[in-house]
């Protein structure tokens, strides 16, 4: 089993920055995907970035790309979402999502299909105001 608790969410004005961490424990290592995702109200969950953990290999939504970068700290078992220049609609709960990564390289793409990840933070709020 795979728990997960994301920290950091906040209200920020638009232009802030914030870091969103996700403590893992449990069956995490180097063959696992791991991502963020957010969903805003009304709306759908929606991925925002994705890594593997084997490489480091990273993926992101182009609503947030050369704004926020994910990251991993292996020894603490977390994983982390700088959000820069954030924007009112950047305005969600955000969750981490964990699940096992397998291809024949070793090298994998990171999984961005938000069905296929098996376990789930129970979120953590970001508000960005005007």
């Known amino acids: 089993q795979v728990q997960l608790v994301e920290s950091g969410g906040d209200s920020v004005q638009a232009g802030g920055s914030l870091r969103l961490s996700c403590a893992a424990s449990?069956?995490?290592?180097?063959?696992?995907?791991m991502g963020w995702f957010r969903q805003a109200p009304g709306k759908e969950r929606e991925g925002v970035a994705h890594?593997?953990?084997?490489?480091?290999?990273?993926k992101y939504a182009d609503s947030v790309k050369g704004r926020f970068t994910i990251s991993q700290n292996n020894a603490k078992n977390t994983l982390y979402l700088q959000m820069n220049s954030l924007k009112p609609e950047d305005t969600a709960m955000y969750y981490c999502a964990a699940v096992a990564c397998a291809c024949a390289s070793g090298d994998c793409d990171p999984i961005e299909a938000e069905r296929r990840y098996v376990y789930w933070g129970l979120g953590t709020q970001v508000t960005v105001s005007s």
């Open positions: 890594i593997f953990l084997g490489s480091g290999r990273t």
């Open positions: 449990g069956y995490i290592n180097r063959r696992n995907c």
